[in-house]
């Protein structure tokens, strides 16, 4: 099993920054990648960044100059550091890790963590 939990979510002004942690407990190893989503009220859910274990990243075009995803793998923790924030940004973020063939496949999710950008 994978646990997950967030932190570092708030209220942020528009144009400002904020970084969002992700502490990553249990099968380590067997996790294939890892990500985090997003989700407004009414709306999907989202991708915002994922990362694979050789450390590649991706982005959607409409994130990839403003949100960053690392991983610290020393401390198993994964962060979202994010930028020049608008009102569009508020959502609720998600921690997503996607176990290998041991874990059988499996998705796991964090309990999210709010971000609200307004003045």
């Known amino acids: 099993q994978v646990q997950l939990v967030e932190f570092g979510g708030g209220l942020v002004q528009p144009g400002g920054s904020l970084r969002l942690s992700c502490e990553v407990s249990?099968?380590?190893?067997?996790?294939?990648?890892m990500g985090w989503y997003r989700q407004a009220p009414g709306k999907q859910r989202e991708l915002v960044a994922d990362?694979?274990?050789?450390?590649?990243?991706s982005y959607p075009d409409s994130m990839k100059r403003r949100f960053t995803i690392a991983r610290d793998d020393a401390k198993n923790i994964l962060y979202l550091q994010m930028t020049d924030l608008t009102p569009a940004d508020t959502a609720l973020y998600y921690c997503?890790?996607?176990?290998?063939?041991?874990?059988?496949?499996?998705?796991?999710w964090g309990q999210g963590t709010q971000v609200t950008v307004s003045f």
């Open positions: 249990g099968s380590i190893l067997n996790i294939y990648a």
């Open positions: 990362i694979i274990i050789g450390g590649r990243t």
């Open positions: 997503h890790a996607q176990g290998s063939r041991r874990l059988r496949g499996r998705a796991y």
